[in-house]
């Protein structure tokens, strides 16, 4: 498939909207965290009812996000951002109107459906922009993820500390009201003629209810006891589902998860590294968050306010995105696989780093960066290793599995890390807090999980090399010389005899322009409707293109040649 140009809209405009929109759909996750401690006097409910003010939002954009990739596939990434930015707008005015659990909740639910907007935002960069452009801008908008969720805590905390925290959830509601108008002027329409078929309803509902089993169980085990029966069967029931599921996607004529593509070793493998990139780039936020606001008088913790240690994390956030176009340059000179295997590499350090700078606040911020600056990477390399495995038509519903891989990792992360922290802890004051051994342990499963990832990265496969163009000979001959035609008239039946000679000669070898749709059109080292040639695709082509020139050179002097010899034949019987 021919990428098509892009419409004079498509450029930085477009870049810049969607990496907003990416931002603005993850800073709701992180909208209300500095307001955990106070959500029980704020919705008159125990502390226990109200977290699930925070895993609802979790819930609802891990199951909605693989929904809303395969409808971008069919209807248009363009219109299901339009139609995800509703939700988001209508869940903000709810929950800035709520005053008790339930409306906070179902608010909450509504601005899950924002995360969608991410991996669709991604899928379309591949449709509105030159290929050239379309590597950075990935980038950036895969980052977008991490990003919000950075700069979302230091923000939050201000507006909770200084104003009414309803203030957060109009602020949210303006946000995306402008998204939307930005996108509806902005963004133009992406194709949808590659992608048939219709939604698979009982393999978005299979789907959705592991995924509900799965995260319920990881995100509330801590609190209802890892051996009670409620976690085991929540567990159990999600295992057994997801394998139900899968027989059916297997069967079914157009699945939401087309599995066999899904199962190809660069896709399958760049997931199980997103989820344990995820579970890594989680694991920094809770350790240095909590270590910035326990109390100096417990020896390792540094006793800053919630406003300053978000401040002290915000850095991280717009390292994140300082990282993105050195990632793209990265992926472009050595490929996305080394950029993943670097970004892999720097979150472990900034684990290490985090370890031997606990004792002071600059220290864990640059920790921090360090970290981030290996979550950008990481983020920004792995669209372009989804992309490039898959068809044009399934990109929305792959970015959107990948987004949801990563979603697991952080669901995941959050677990054990509470486990670790619940565990290793020390009493002061009447009071159970974690320990600094609580926390190094959990920096060094946090530092383990980024190796793995780098391991995993490691066995990706390699790129197939398109076939090597032939060798050019080693000496070109001479052309052939061509006589000097003879003065006189050329009999009009020899002309047009000879013009009908050279003619069909003539149109077969003629190329000064690009070759037409289906002659000497390199075959692809994969089926990957990429859109692109390769460098060494590029280069067979041209070198055709040389061939052709010259086996048409030869043959018009041949051609020409005889028909001069043909002419003074024709004279000498005529005198």
Request: charged share 10%.
């Amino acid at each position: 498939m021919v990428h098509s140009a892009p419409s004079p809209r498509s450029g930085g405009g477009i870049v810049s909207v969607l990496a907003v929109a990416g931002i603005v759909g993850s800073l709701m996750q992180t909208l209300v965290v500095p307001l955990i401690g106070e959500l029980p006097r704020l919705l008159r409910a125990s502390a226990a009812d109200t977290s699930w003010v925070i895993t609802v939002t979790l819930l609802v954009g891990a199951v909605a996000t693989p929904v809303i990739g395969k409808l971008g596939d069919l209807y248009g990434k363009r219109t299901m951002m339009l139609v995800c930015s509703v939700p988001l707008i209508a869940g903000s005015v709810v929950c800035a109107l709520s005053g008790s659990l339930i409306p906070m909740i179902a608010g909450r639910g509504l601005q899950g459906l924002g995360v969608g907007m991410i991996p669709l935002g991604v899928s379309a960069l591949r449709d509105l922009l030159p290929p050239q452009r379309v590597g950075p801008a990935s980038a950036l908008m895969s980052s977008s993820m991490g990003i919000g969720g950075a700069l979302g805590l230091p923000i939050s905390a201000a507006v909770a500390e200084y104003a009414d925290w309803r203030v957060l959830f109009w602020g949210s509601a303006a946000l995306s009201v402008l998204v939307a108008v930005l996108i509806w002027l902005l963004v133009p329409a992406t194709p949808t003629a590659a992608a048939r078929g219709r939604l698979d309803l009982v393999g978005a509902l299979g789907l959705g209810a592991a995924l509900v089993c799965l995260l319920l169980g990881v995100s509330k085990g801590g609190d209802w006891g890892w051996s009670s029966g409620t976690t085991l069967g929540l567990l159990g029931g999600a295992v057994v589902l997801a394998l139900l599921w899968a027989l059916w996607e297997l069967r079914v004529r157009d699945p939401l998860v087309d599995l066999r593509t899904t199962a190809r070793p660069q896709v399958l493998l760049t997931n199980v590294a997103s989820i344990l990139v995820g579970f890594a780039m989680y694991a920094q936020s809770l350790v240095l968050m909590q270590i910035l606001q326990l109390p100096a008088a417990l020896g390792h913790g540094l006793g800053q306010s919630m406003l300053a240690a978000g401040l002290w994390m915000a850095p991280s956030g717009l390292m994140m995105m300082a990282v993105s176009s050195l990632g793209a340059r990265l992926s472009a000179a050595r490929g996305p696989k080394t950029s993943l295997f670097v970004g892999a590499l720097v979150i472990a350090a900034g684990y290490g780093a985090a370890l031997g700078l606990m004792g002071w606040s600059w220290g864990l911020m640059i920790a921090g960066c360090v970290g981030s600056a290996g979550v950008g990477l990481a983020y920004g390399a792995m669209p372009a290793l989804i992309m490039g495995a898959v068809p044009r038509s399934e990109t929305a519903s792959a970015n959107s599995f990948n987004t949801l891989m990563r979603s697991i990792g952080t669901s995941v992360c959050a677990a054990v890390v509470g486990v670790v922290l619940a565990q290793l802890t020390v009493t002061v004051g009447g009071h159970t807090l974690p320990s600094e051994t609580g926390f190094r342990t959990a920096l060094l499963i946090g530092c383990g999980v980024a190796l793995a990832a780098a391991l995993v990265t490691l066995t990706l496969p390699k790129p197939t090399p398109a076939a090597a163009p032939a060798p050019a000979p080693a000496e070109t001959p001479a052309p052939v010389p061509i006589p000097e035609p003879v003065a006189g008239p050329v009999p009009a039946a020899l002309d047009a005899a000879r013009s009908a000679a050279l003619g069909p000669w003539e149109d077969a070898f003629r190329s000064p322009d690009p070759a037409p749709e289906g002659r000497h059109q390199p075959r692809p080292a994969q089926p990957v409707e990429t859109g692109v040639l390769s460098l060494a695709e590029r280069d067979e082509l041209l070198w055709l293109r040389r061939e052709n020139a010259e086996l048409r050179r030869e043959l018009d002097v041949l051609m020409r040649g005889a028909g001069v010899w043909l002419k003074n034949l024709a004279d000498d019987k005529a005198g």
